[in-house]
């Protein structure tokens, strides 16, 4: 594994709560310390949201509906078309607050930011999206659907998502004619911070769009509130749970997107080097294992089992860990030291329990990343699938290496988990590969490659992994309620 580190400098946003246009410091909730994640060194202290004003952005955004809602389709539309230039001309800022966020390593090519992409593909529907007429009486009743904002939504989103998580849950949302009250995790909060800035530039009216970082306290008042009309949640089951009790009080409808442990399926006709290393690449490099969809299961066919392993295991020592401002470098930290801890803590009871064989990996990473929250890419070999290792969420660069005997051994250790988010397969043979990728219980299936989200499709999951989709018509429906009127011509 080769390491490397280096200086970075960026002008950070304040870390200020964005409500209507004002900006709110000295909130209930306290401040938050963010570090950066590779040194471990101050990043910016972070005003938390407490109950009081929660309070004040659910009545801002209230108020701020009716004439959103009011808005011709159209002039939505442009406005967030005029969010989406604004976004792109900001490219690089963003990547830079990803790679100082969450630690991820640069990328400095232009389209790298789906964000952009997302908010373009749904401000297109603004000035799309219709009701139907319904065959009752014809001549004698006109009977119509009318689609219908839900009023204002509530938007929790995880740490790991950046602005991309806000794009898909905030701009369907606000297309349909929503406002919403968006809570980024505390631990992340300067994207999203700065994506509320920039709807404000670009003509969004005040108080459609509200951020306010906060804890578990602030989330239990946002989703606990009587104002809100509709609940989109990105982040883990167990939080999840938590939400879905809260919004009974109100009866208040929930999206969930949820965590997962996807199934890679390896089979001997596939093309090994490319799914090794699009599994290295996703699943330990890039995010460092903090995904949700990421296919942290590697299935291997019986056959090429050993000749996989080895290159997984070559593939991964030449990985280069470091700073992720630095050139060259393929993976960053994890998010906090907590995380780290937690990773290394997961790794060594897999271990020591025998869960598998660990290949490589599993330690801390020092000497000049010392700082940081750095843990080796880590592979566990003949891994046992009902074990931890294989069935929890580590979100952490631990990929476990699984072997298989047949196709409905592949499908039924695939499918033997609580989770159903995403699925991959590497095959050269068609008929199997449809086969197969309807029998994974997952929301999306990836077939010889990593699907890179494209915003027209629709992305969830099934089981303990959510329900309610995001990306596609689907994920604008999601925010939308139909009305259906009944004329009754003749007594007109
Ligand atoms: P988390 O569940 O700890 O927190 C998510 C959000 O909920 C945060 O904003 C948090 O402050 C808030 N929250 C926590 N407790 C709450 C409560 N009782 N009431 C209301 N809000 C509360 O998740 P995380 O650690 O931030 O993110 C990682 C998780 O998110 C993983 O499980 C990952 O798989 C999942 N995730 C899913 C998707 C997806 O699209 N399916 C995408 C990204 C991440």
New binding site residues.
């Given amino acids: 594994m080769v390491v490397r580190s280096g200086p970075s400098e960026f002008e950070l946003p304040k870390g200020a709560l964005l409500i209507g246009d004002t900006r709110v410091t000295n909130a209930e909730g306290g401040y938050y310390e963010q570090l950066d994640p590779s040194t471990g060194g101050f990043l910016a202290s972070i005003s938390m949201a407490g109950n009081a004003e929660i309070e004040f952005a659910v009545e801002t955004a209230r108020d701020a509906q009716q004439e959103w809602r009011s808005l011709a389709p159209a002039q939505r539309r442009d406005v967030l078309f005029e969010l989406a230039d604004l976004l792109d001309s900001r490219h690089e800022e963003f990547s830079l607050l990803r790679s100082l966020e969450l630690g991820s390593p640069l990328k400095k090519e232009k389209g790298a930011n789906l964000a952009v992409e997302y908010i373009r593909y749904f401000a297109g529907w603004g000035d799309k999206i219709g009701g139907a007429t319904i065959p009752v009486f014809p001549g004698k009743v006109l009977d119509y659907t009318v689609p219908e904002p839900y009023g204002t939504v509530a938007a ?6 950046g602005v991309v ?1 806000v794009a898909m849950k905030v701009i369907p949302a606000l297309v349909a004619g929503n406002t919403v009250v968006l ?5 992340a909060p300067l994207a999203p911070l700065r994506f509320g800035e920039l709807c404000l530039e670009a003509g969004i009216p005040p108080g459609v769009v509200n951020v306010l970082p ?3 306290e ?3 008042a ?2 606990s509130h009587s104002g809100i009309d509709k609940i989109s ?8 749970r ?2 879905l009790s ?1 919004a009974a009080t109100n009866l208040t409808p929930v999206v969930l ?4 442990k996807s199934g890679n399926l390896l089979f001997a006709d596939g093309d090994l080097d490319s799914a090794v290393s699009t599994t290295i690449g996703t699943a330990l490099a890039g995010m460092s294992g903090q ?3 990421l296919p942290t299961r590697l299935l291997i066919e019986d056959s090429v089992y050993e000749a996989v392993e080895e290159r997984v295991v070559e593939a991964v020592s030449s990985l280069v860990v470091g700073n992720p401002f630095q050139e060259g470098v393929q993976a960053g930290p994890v998010i906090t030291e907590e995380a780290c801890q937690r990773i290394l803590a997961v790794v060594e009871s897999a271990d020591r329990e025998h869960h598998g064989t660990l290949l490589t990996g599993g330690q801390r990473i020092g000497g000049s990343l010392s700082g940081g929250f750095f843990v080796e890419p880590t592979v566990f070999g003949e891994v046992d699938n009902s074990s931890a290792l294989a069935q929890e ?1 580590i ?1 952490g660069p631990v990929l476990s290496l699984i072997r298989f005997r047949d196709e409905e051994e592949a499908i039924e250790l695939a499918n033997g988990t609580r989770y159903g ?1 995403g699925g991959l397969l590497f095959t050269r043979d068609l008929a199997r590969a449809h086969r197969v990728s309807h029998r994974l219980d997952a929301g999306s299936i990836g077939i010889n490659s990593f699907p890179p989200m494209p915003p027209a499709a629709p ?3 099934v089981k303990e ?2 329900y309610g989709r ?1 990306g596609g018509l689907a994920g604008v429906e999601e925010f939308i309620r139909i009305k259906n009127v009944y004329v009754d011509i003749d007594r007109s």
């Fill in positions: 929790l989103t995880p740490w790991n998502g998580s809570k980024p995790s505390e631990l906060g804890g578990v602030a989330g239990r946002l989703v949640f990105t982040g883990s089951a167990a939080t999840a938590q939400i809260q997107e949820l965590g997962g995904g949700c969809v969420e979100f988010l992305f969830g999951g992994s959510g995001e």
